[in-house]
């Protein structure tokens, strides 16, 4: 099952423990051949996949080819990191970036219970520094965005209630980051409403303003959870603030092929087991951001065609097409399903259903990240940890053909969970 990660990781690995995947992770399969030939769609195409297996309490990275085959299934791991000379180990907790770092290294984000970036060269598997950003408390950062050649933005979720102890500790911030030296170089304060913290998550550039999503739960609890909304960050200040309107627990922002439309997936408020109490809270946003702040165009509530809300992530894989998942309960009575989205006619198609557990009941939410490469190779992926594969679809003029499944790795068994690019 693919759980909630924002949350403390010892909530999350007690709650994985039950899938009975603890494997030992093998050495390095070492880099990759790093050329533009590869890039199909010219030099602004990223060169390959990310692809993140975990049981939450291991970790493997491999890298693959855009169109998801494998190219080295042992990149890094846990095992590997561990008996290096790194100061910080790969624990089972790692987070991807939403977008592609423009540097085209591969970007690591250890959260709860270590707090630190990794930056890694693709071509030799070798780790090029590491950062630790929980500056005395945790901050269980969530998404890395490169602003250009020297800087980028670190989000971190956590709230330090014992802040002014150390430098950056403000907690529930944006963090301004030396990718060079690294270092930390300023925090950005998130605006704090209803006092709920802000819990900056996921990042999106537009021009020259980075778009931040704020989450809004309670702490230590989580219990009481806000409206999301949008803040906008240029020259390193908040230039303004949007609420999304009545839904919750909105996800990473994903934007359209041309750049002129972005989509935002709001799965609600989570009970432990996944299960989302209130389905007005959870739909799939449109904006228009042609202009800013972001112009709010279209809404839509997958639940009633599909039997679930959907689940946080989304992705393009045509101006008017989105792949998304829906949002399912641990042991409940509905499955995991991957969808299409059709923005022009609002119709939902299931692609794939996850198979029930044995007792015949709900696995949960184990389909994780989504990602289209459109112009790119035109192919999206999808992280299946019901299987254990990365499932593919071509992009057409007439929506997404399936193709053959791609199996990682298997050396370890761990499933594909997060999915991102270098």
């Given at each position: 099952m693919?759980?909630?990660?924002?949350?403390p990781?010892?909530?999350?690995a007690?709650?994985f423990a039950a899938c009975?995947?603890?494997?030992?992770?093998?050495?390095?399969?070492?880099?990759?051949?790093?050329?533009?030939?590869?890039?199909?769609?010219g030099?602004?195409c990223?060169?390959?996949?990310?692809?993140?297996?975990?049981?939450?309490?291991?970790?493997?990275?491999a890298?693959?080819?855009p169109d998801?085959?494998?190219?080295?299934?042992a990149f890094l791991?846990?095992?590997?990191?561990?008996?290096s000379?790194l100061?910080f180990?790969?624990s089972?907790d790692v987070?991807?970036?939403?977008?592609?770092?423009?540097s085209?290294r591969?970007?690591l984000?250890?959260?709860?219970?270590?707090n630190?970036?990794?930056w890694a060269?693709p071509?030799?598997a070798?780790v090029?520094?590491?950062?630790?950003?929980g500056?005395?408390f945790?901050?269980n950062p969530?998404d890395y965005l490169?602003?250009d050649?020297?800087?980028?933005?670190?989000?971190r979720?956590?709230?330090?209630h014992?802040a002014g102890?150390a430098?950056f500790?403000?907690?529930?911030d944006v963090l301004?980051?030396?990718?060079?030296?690294?270092?930390?170089?300023g925090?950005?304060?998130?605006p704090?409403?209803e006092?709920?913290?802000?819990?900056?998550?996921g990042m999106?550039?537009?021009?020259?303003?980075?778009m931040v999503v704020?989450?809004?739960?309670?702490?230590p609890d989580?219990?009481?959870?806000g409206?999301?909304?949008i803040a906008?960050?240029?020259n390193d200040?908040?230039?303004?603030?949007?609420?999304?309107?009545?839904?919750k627990?909105c996800?990473?922002?994903a934007?359209?092929?041309?750049?002129?439309?972005?989509?935002?997936a709001?799965?609600?408020?989570?009970?432990?087991d996944g299960?989302?109490?209130?389905?007005s809270?959870s739909?799939?946003?449109?904006?228009?951001?042609?202009?800013?702040?972001?112009?709010?165009?279209?809404?839509?509530?997958v639940s009633?065609?599909?039997?679930?809300?959907?689940?946080e992530?989304?992705?393009?894989a045509s101006?008017?097409?989105?792949?998304g998942k829906?949002q399912?309960p641990l042991g409940?009575t509905?499955d995991?399903?991957?969808?299409?989205?059709?923005?022009?006619?609002g119709?939902a198609?299931?692609?794939?259903t996850?198979g029930?557990?044995?007792q015949?009941k709900?696995?949960g939410a184990?389909?994780?990240?989504?990602v289209?490469r459109?112009?790119?190779?035109?192919?999206?992926l999808?992280a299946d940890a019901?299987?254990?594969?990365?499932?593919?679809?071509?992009?057409?003029?007439?929506?997404l053909?399936?193709?053959s499944d791609?199996?990682?790795?298997?050396?370890?068994?761990l499933?594909?969970?997060?999915l991102?690019?270098y």
């Amino acid at each position: 099952m693919v759980v909630n990660t924002r949350v403390p990781f010892a909530l999350v690995a007690l709650s994985f423990a039950a899938c009975n995947v603890s494997p030992t992770a093998p050495p390095s399969t070492g880099g990759v051949a790093m050329s533009d030939a590869g890039r199909d769609g010219g030099a602004s195409c990223d060169r390959g996949a990310v692809v993140l297996l975990s049981d939450y309490l291991s970790t493997q990275i491999a890298l693959s080819a855009p169109d998801g085959t494998t190219l080295s299934p042992a990149f890094l791991s846990s095992a590997s990191t561990k008996a290096s000379s790194l100061a910080f180990a790969l624990s089972g907790d790692v987070a991807l970036p939403n977008i592609t770092p423009a540097s085209g290294r591969v970007v690591l984000l250890d959260r709860y219970g270590t707090n630190v970036v990794t930056w890694a060269d693709p071509s030799s598997a070798k780790v090029l520094g590491q950062l630790p950003v929980g500056t005395g408390f945790e901050s269980n950062p969530q998404d890395y965005l490169e602003l250009d050649a020297t800087r980028a933005y670190v989000t971190r979720w956590g709230v330090n209630h014992a802040a002014g102890s150390a430098p950056f500790d403000a907690g529930s911030d944006v963090l301004i980051v030396d990718t060079r030296t690294p270092s930390i170089t300023g925090s950005i304060a998130m605006p704090i409403e209803e006092g709920l913290p802000p819990r900056p998550a996921g990042m999106v550039r537009v021009r020259d303003t980075t778009m931040v999503v704020l989450q809004r739960e309670s702490d230590p609890d989580f219990t009481t959870v806000g409206e999301s909304a949008i803040a906008g960050i240029a020259n390193d200040a908040i230039a303004w603030e949007v609420h999304v309107t009545g839904l919750k627990g909105c996800g990473r922002p994903a934007l359209s092929p041309s750049g002129a439309i972005m989509a935002l997936a709001c799965e609600g408020q989570l009970a432990s087991d996944g299960a989302v109490s209130d389905l007005s809270a959870s739909a799939i946003a449109i904006f228009d951001v042609t202009t800013l702040p972001p112009k709010p165009t279209q809404r839509f509530t997958v639940s009633d065609q599909l039997g679930s809300p959907t689940q946080e992530r989304v992705a393009f894989a045509s101006e008017t097409l989105l792949l998304g998942k829906t949002q399912s309960p641990l042991g409940g009575t509905t499955d995991n399903h991957a969808f299409t989205l059709d923005l022009t006619t609002g119709k939902a198609t299931v692609l794939l259903t996850a198979g029930k557990d044995a007792q015949g009941k709900g696995k949960g939410a184990v389909y994780g990240d989504v990602v289209c490469r459109t112009g790119c190779g035109n192919v999206c992926l999808l992280a299946d940890a019901d299987v254990g594969r990365l499932r593919r679809w071509t992009v057409s003029a007439d929506g997404l053909r399936a193709l053959s499944d791609v199996t990682v790795e298997t050396m370890t068994g761990l499933p594909p969970m997060s999915l991102g690019g270098y």
